[in-house]
């Protein structure tokens, strides 16, 4: 099973976006696998879209969140936990990624697929989408 964060899925579906072609090839390489996000991705892709840089449906986005293996809705405890790693690492995180650490620890994800290079400070996570 993988994570998606935001920079990934964002960059599958703008086109100009600088990592398009590169989230192309790696979600080939992802077809067949278990994929999990959490509402925080959610919030982040649909604030980054808009007319001119999105071109498509914007009820297919939000199915193809909701159709993910797991979609994950953060509890209250999941938020203080969030809020714990995100002293621990001193803000040099930031507190939506501490939400996806959360989500990531909940389900024993080790994996990413993210262009996010904050997630390589993060000791046992393999981020897939390094350049």
Not at 59 to 75: E, G, P, R
Not at 81 to 87: G, S
Not at 100 to 123: P, W
Request: aromatic content about 14%; overall charge negative; some cysteine.
């Amino acid at each position: 099973m993988i994570f998606l964060d935001a920079s990934y899925i964002s960059s599958l579906i703008i086109k100009n976006d600088p990592f398009y072609h590169i989230s192309e090839k790696i979600e080939h390489y992802l077809n067949k696998e278990a994929k999990i996000t959490n509402i925080t991705v959610l919030v982040e892709v649909l604030n980054s879209v808009n007319s001119y840089n999105f071109h498509g449906n914007i009820n297919d986005l939000i199915k193809y969140f909701f159709d993910m293996d797991i979609f994950d809705f953060l509890t209250k405890d999941d938020y203080k936990e969030a809020c714990v790693l995100f002293r621990y690492y001193g803000g040099s995180i930031n507190f939506a990624d501490c939400t996806i650490l959360q989500s990531m620890q909940n389900h024993e994800i080790t994996r990413i697929a993210s262009f996010d290079k904050d997630f390589d400070k993060i000791k046992g996570i393999q981020r897939i989408g390094k350049i």
